[in-house]
């Protein structure tokens, strides 16, 4: 269960639960097609969530975090993390000071699947801005990424967008 704010979030223990279910609900004989968004594609690939990063982008950031092993499983910075995390200039015992959450798992909305929320995306989206790796619309909460942001996502987190 993951819990934001008032909403509690429940997952399936793993493919075969899932399978189980699929197999009930064609005995019972309903179908339900599969989840798709409504999102604006523009939204959905890149946007801001708060101050964090978030749509197609922040989910695969999160996930290629965690794929690192820069993110334990309670979002706290392993050693590696902390290399990788410094080296991109964000100062950590800063971000480790402010009054909110560290990292935590944010849902989005979007995509359906966490992104990461928190101090420390919060200055990851400060940095991704200041080194123009991702643009921010005047008028909406679209994110555009760069040419270059594309390049430096592959050289650092090994995230190739499309």
Do not use: N
């Not at 801001?48 to 706290?76: E, I, N």
């Not at 909406?140 to 967008?161: H, I, K, N, P």
């Amino acid at each position: 269960m993951l819990t934001q704010g008032k909403h509690r979030y429940y997952s399936l223990e793993g493919p075969s639960v899932a399978s189980l279910l699929e197999g009930l609900s064609v005995l019972a004989g309903g179908r339900r097609d599969g989840f798709v968004p409504s999102t604006p594609s523009r939204l959905r690939a890149a946007r801001t969530c708060y101050d964090h990063m978030a749509g197609t982008v922040g989910v695969a950031l999160h996930d290629r975090f965690k794929a690192l092993g820069w993110l334990s499983a309670a979002y706290d910075l392993t050693l590696d993390g902390t290399k990788a995390f410094a080296a991109l200039g964000i100062d950590l015992q800063a971000v480790g000071t402010l009054r909110r959450r560290f990292a935590y798992a944010c849902l989005d909305w979007s995509e359906r699947r966490p992104h990461v929320g928190g101090a420390l995306a919060a200055a990851l989206l400060k940095v991704a801005l200041k080194k123009r790796w991702v643009t921010q619309d005047l008028d909406s909460r679209a994110l555009g990424v760069t040419s270059l942001g594309r390049r430096e996502m592959q050289a650092r987190f090994g995230l190739q967008l499309e």
